[in-house]
């Protein structure tokens, strides 16, 4: 049976195989929040202007979805994101797993979760090997990644959290 909830994330997904950014932020409330281990706290048009950052940033990107599941109005989702990580230009193949909570036919919670050693492994190479698992090593692309959006917004004439 189809829903608002899943239609919704059928055409989010569609956006983002297409890494349209903008398609994919008009799927988000204006009170969104997302997480992931590199953003683990955005709130509102943070958000979508992640999204922006990371399309304009986006090299050889090709998205593979995976199921999807909605339970009494939440939703779950599983894709692999490929893409060149372009700060060291090696390959990634990012396998995601998606929670969604809704309100007013729109997206209001994100939470991605993916392995964030095996992500660091692919992108960062030895570093990534060495001390991908290390909070040290976290903290440091967690702060470079706040750093680039904060950049990013600035340059949109958005105010930096």
């Known amino acids: 049976m189809s829903t608002p909830e899943a239609a919704l994330l059928e055409r989010f997904y569609a956006a983002f195989a297409r890494f349209d950014?903008?398609?994919?932020?008009a799927c988000y409330h204006p009170q969104a929040r997302f997480s992931d281990p590199v953003f683990p706290a955005l709130e509102?048009?943070?958000?979508?202007?992640?999204?922006r950052m990371m399309a304009v940033r986006a090299q050889?990107?090709?998205?593979?979805?995976?199921g999807r599941v909605?339970?009494?109005?939440?939703g779950r989702a599983d894709c692999v994101a490929h893409y060149t990580f372009s700060p060291t230009g090696r390959p990634v193949a990012n396998p995601i797993a998606s929670e969604f909570r809704f309100r007013d036919g729109l997206i209001v919670e994100q939470r991605d979760r993916f392995d964030f050693w095996a992500w660091s492994r692919q992108a960062l190479g030895a570093a990534g090997v060495l001390?991908?698992?290390?909070?040290?090593?976290?903290?440091?692309?967690?702060?470079?990644?706040?750093?680039?959006?904060?950049a990013f917004r600035t340059k949109r004439g958005r105010p930096a959290r």
């Open 60 to 66: 050889d990107f090709r998205l593979q979805p995976g």
């Open 70 to 74: 909605m339970v009494a109005g939440e």
């Open 44 to 51: 509102g048009d943070e958000v979508g202007d992640m999204w």
């Open 21 to 25: 950014a903008e398609a994919m932020a």
């Open 131 to 150: 001390l991908g698992w290390t909070p040290l090593m976290r903290g440091k692309v967690r702060g470079q990644a706040a750093q680039g959006l904060a």
